[in-house]
């Protein structure tokens, strides 16, 4: 049900990776003295890496300024990183279901059509709770469900029920096929509350 | 002495007197046309808003912004599950405006029609209904 920050953490370790990886072997070939055969510019093997005086460039109040301020946007870029990994629902705020806006709005909560869904798949039997969530837009919406269902329920049958009743309906209602749609099934000990009464049209003889 | 006639017209203008219609009368119109659709309904019950639970025989909450004779509408509605929700919104937004229009004389430019809740039509509140 909740995203999380996957794509996002895969690129910033790529990054990070080729970033260590070039160090990496920079040092290794200034170690083994192929950097100095290369371009004698460069430091030869076993001598310090930086040959001039550091406390003079790092007295200079400029320069500790700039490594202050590098340090701080690291840091503030790390701390994005971590609040980024927060898993988040990401629901859809309201769809706009109008044509011509001049002729007025008509505007649909993506939770009012959650809640409709979610008491469609309460209605199937061995479905003890269960909760949808739709994101995107009105024109490329995606549905995620979570459906318990207790032991007497026959799995299969319950994604049948969804897969042929649940998710149709709702493309009718949204005048438009489901890009995605997410299914995670749990399984609870607990009996299923709904459907107490049951409509009958039985004879009443006198 | 003799007072020249007024046209016969203009007499009969004054005389008729005026019609008035406050805002609530075209609200109410547009909540009665609004529910007279099988798939529209309000909300009923409930104190001061709180427990109040949709029905489809309510009508649907409406409010009327008036500028002169044109009408600005907002429509709070619950639809039966499932209907095409831009079709039948569509449909009711030109009912309404129709039907206002004819009984009021109001012209209606824009309705903003909000669903607020959606509800399959087997849902029966237990209580016996008349056929």
């Known amino acids: 049900m909740r995203q999380h920050a996957g794509a996002l953490n895969r690129t910033w370790l790529v990054i990070l990776g080729i970033l260590a990886l070039a160090g ?15 371009s004698s510019a460069t430091v030869a093997a076993e001598s310090p890496v930086v040959p001039g005086d550091l406390h003079t460039v790092l007295e200079q109040a400029s320069v500790t300024a700039l490594v202050l301020m590098a ?59 269960s909760s949808a969530l739709l994101r995107g837009t009105a024109m490329e919406p995606d549905l995620t469900m979570k459906v318990t269902v207790n032991n007497r329920a026959d799995i299969q049958d319950v994604l049948h029920s969804i897969n042929t009743r649940v998710i149709p309906d709702l493309s009718k209602a949204l005048e438009t096929p489901l890009r995605r749609t997410g299914i995670q099934l749990e399984v609870s000990g607990r009996n299923a509350v709904a459907g107490t009464t049951v409509e009958t049209t039985g004879t009443v003889i006198y | 002495m003799k007072t020249p006639a007024a046209p016969a017209g203009s007499r009969d203008l004054d005389s008729r007197g005026r019609t008035v219609l406050y805002r609530k009368v075209v609200e109410k119109i547009a909540g009665q046309v609004a529910s007279e659709e099988s798939f529209a ?91």
């Open chain 1, 71 to 129: 340090g701080v946007l690291m840091g503030a870029l790390g701390l994005l990183w971590i609040l980024a990994q927060i898993p988040r629902r990401n629901p859809a705020d309201r769809y706009r279901l109008h044509q011509d806006p001049a002729s007025g709005t008509t505007l649909c909560d993506a939770s009012v059509l959650g809640a409709a869904v979610e008491n469609q798949i309460n209605t199937l039997p061995g479905v003890v709770g």
């Open chain 2, 41 to 131: 309904g309000g909300s009923s019950g409930g104190f001061l808003g709180i427990g109040a639970h949709s029905d489809f025989s309510a009508r649907p909450k409406v409010t009327v912004e008036l500028a002169g004779n044109i009408a600005a509408l907002s429509v709070e509605i619950g639809l039966l599950y499932p209907v095409p929700l831009r079709q039948v919104t569509e449909q009711m937004r030109r009912r309404i405006s129709e039907r206002v229009n004819a009984l009021t004389g109001v012209e209606v430019r824009q309705i903003d029609i909000t669903v607020s809740w959606l509800k399959p039509a087997d849902e029966t509140t237990g209580r016996r209904r008349l056929l």
């Open chain 1, 24 to 38: 990496g072997v920079l040092i290794l070939l200034a170690a083994s003295g192929t950097l100095h055969a290369m």
